[in-house]
């Protein structure tokens, strides 16, 4: 092959964009009369977090006569799994229920893996390498496990497709799944001259290359690359180059947007996050405690004025929540399963997306065979009203009770905490930080910050919780 030139292709804030865009009548926020309001246009770009329906950035959206396209392919909504970042583009009455005309999904990475990092610390965190980017997995990644792709068992050379966001030093995965084509390799990125800039990945075209929604290449453009790797695995030649859009286009009334916080500046109280400039000057942090930082998963809601999202209120996401508990309740009607603690009530909602699974033997299961006194071990997200949206349900051998969930109120005094609508007494406890260093009590109370995620144990299943651990 003949190579007119080189590209250089620098990934940017893009991936795990979560967009909310409202046009309609008057202001935004819900209200009770939410029920009385017309309806109002969105377009919302996010991770999914369940189904029954589709549930993306807190808002369920019905999918009756929705046309999904899954890698510029048509598809349907058996294709999309939770941890996906999708585009949804329909109407809304209210923030939580909306009605999508489509659902895209577009991968962000897809390419075989050249290397593999485990976390020395910690060992439900790896880092794989795959076309010259570092991409984090964590037990927070939703893997498709159809090709038997598992945690513990991602191998070297596998070619992975990857959803997630980008951070300053690569790619934090949503979702990844296992392909059987080591000739269709993609990646995206604004382009430069020579080679990418994270690691120097090169791009090669020539005159066969097809070039989609661009009339012709220029330095700056956000484009996706498609094509294969040369035989040494160190550079992609391209077989089609399309435009992309990157961020928020153009001003808008009200706009809100989910991502990792990169390049903050503290005098200017700005920041990126997907590719979107923030304005944080006079914004309400949630909590109130917040400190913005680089690393840190936000939600952003505003209006974008001369290409700067103006925020109004900035909260702090998490990661997983995570529950391993004997069940109080299975409810097949409601497509609920619960858990009792200090006879406060947690319900988690099963939907199609969710994986049911019995540890023992492998086999999966039915909501219905899940029994009350069952021991199980839950993994699902929050919506913005509460709800917990299960992913996986593994019923196992009953063992240590661990509750992982984000704190929402703490007493010093008294040692307690309140985490997912629930006081835990930890006056029995003993304490680590994130790196399982002990602290004293009063060392780990004092780091305890509204919102960030922490672990708690009850060892004995006595309903003593004799271990409380921060979350990195």
């Known amino acids: 092959m003949k190579y007119l030139n080189n590209l250089k292709l620098t990934p940017v804030a893009v991936l795990g964009l979560s967009i909310l865009l409202a046009s309609g009548c008057g202001g935004g926020g819900s209200s009770d009369a939410d029920e009385g309001r017309s309806d109002t246009t969105i377009t919302s770009r996010g991770i999914i977090t369940g189904f029954g329906s589709v549930y993306v950035n807190g808002t369920r959206f019905r999918t009756e006569g929705t046309h999904f396209s899954i890698d510029d392919n048509k598809g349907d909504q058996s294709d999309l799994r939770v941890g996906m970042i999708v585009t949804v583009k329909g109407s809304s009455k209210s923030d939580s229920e909306g009605s999508a005309d489509s659902i895209t999904y577009d991968n962000e990475l897809k390419g075989p893996v050249s290397a593999i990092t485990p976390d020395v610390i910690d060992p439900t965190r790896k880092t794989l390498t795959i076309l010259g980017q570092a991409v984090l997995v964590t037990t927070d990644t939703t893997i498709d496990d159809d090709g038997g792709l598992r945690f513990d068992n991602i191998a070297l050379n596998d070619v992975l497709e990857v959803s997630g966001y980008i951070t300053d030093s690569g790619f934090t995965a949503t979702h990844i799944e296992?392909?059987?084509?080591?000739?269709?390799?993609?990646?995206?990125?604004?382009?430069?001259?020579?080679?990418?800039?994270?690691?120097?990945?090169?791009?090669?075209?020539?005159?066969?290359?097809?070039?989609?929604?661009?009339?012709?290449?220029?330095?700056?453009?956000?484009?996706?690359?498609?094509?294969?790797?040369?035989?040494?695995?160190?550079?992609?030649?391209?077989?089609?180059?399309?435009?992309?859009?990157?961020?928020?286009?153009?001003?808008?009334?009200?706009?809100?947007?989910?991502?990792?916080?990169?390049?903050?500046?503290?005098?200017?109280?700005?920041?990126?996050?997907?590719?979107?400039?923030?304005?944080?000057?006079?914004?309400?942090?949630?909590?109130?405690?917040?400190?913005?930082?680089?690393?840190?998963?936000?939600?952003?809601?505003?209006?974008?004025?001369?290409?700067?999202?103006?925020?109004?209120?900035?909260?702090?996401?998490?990661?997983?929540?995570?529950?391993?508990?004997?069940?109080?309740?299975?409810?097949?009607?409601?497509?609920?399963?619960?858990?009792?603690?200090?006879?406060?009530?947690?319900?988690?909602?099963?939907?199609?997306?969710?994986?049911?699974?019995?540890?023992?033997?492998?086999?999966?299961?039915?909501?219905?065979?899940?029994?009350?006194?069952?021991?199980?071990?839950?993994?699902?997200?929050?919506?913005?009203?509460?709800?917990?949206?299960?992913?996986?349900?593994?019923?196992?051998?009953?063992?240590?009770?661990?509750?992982?969930?984000?704190?929402?109120?703490?007493?010093?005094?008294?040692?307690?905490?309140?985490?997912?609508?629930v006081d835990f007494d930890l006056l029995s406890a003993s304490f680590e930080d994130d790196n399982d260093n002990s602290l004293s009590a009063d060392a780990f109370f004092d780091r305890l910050t509204i919102g960030e995620f922490i672990k708690i144990k009850d060892s004995d299943s006595n309903a003593v919780f004799d271990k409380a651990e921060l979350e990195d």
């Open 178 to 421: 296992l392909q059987d084509n080591d000739l269709e390799i993609e990646i995206k990125g604004r382009i430069e001259k020579t080679g990418f800039t994270i690691l120097d990945f090169a791009i090669s075209y020539d005159s066969t290359t097809r070039l989609d929604d661009i009339a012709a290449l220029a330095d700056g453009l956000y484009v996706e690359v498609e094509g294969q790797l040369d035989g040494a695995g160190t550079t992609l030649i391209a077989r089609e180059i399309e435009g992309e859009d990157e961020g928020l286009d153009g001003d808008m009334d009200e706009a809100e947007i989910k991502g990792v916080i990169s390049e903050y500046n503290v005098v200017n109280n700005t920041f990126m996050v997907q590719g979107q400039k923030v304005d944080a000057s006079g914004a309400e942090l949630e909590p109130a405690s917040l400190q913005l930082a680089d690393g840190l998963i936000v939600e952003v809601e505003g209006y974008v004025s001369n290409g700067v999202l103006i925020a109004d209120e900035i909260e702090q996401k998490g990661q997983k929540i995570k529950i391993k508990s004997v069940l109080s309740a299975v409810d097949t009607v409601a497509r609920t399963v619960s858990f009792n603690f200090n006879a406060t009530t947690i319900t988690v909602r099963v939907n199609s997306g969710t994986e049911i699974e019995d540890g023992d033997s492998g086999n999966n299961l039915l909501l219905g065979e899940l029994s009350v006194d069952d021991f199980v071990e839950m993994e699902g997200f929050a919506e913005d009203l509460g709800v917990i949206n299960a992913v996986e349900i593994e019923r196992t051998i009953p063992d240590e009770i661990r509750i992982v969930a984000p704190l929402q109120d703490f007493n010093k005094g008294a040692r307690t905490v309140v985490m997912l609508g």
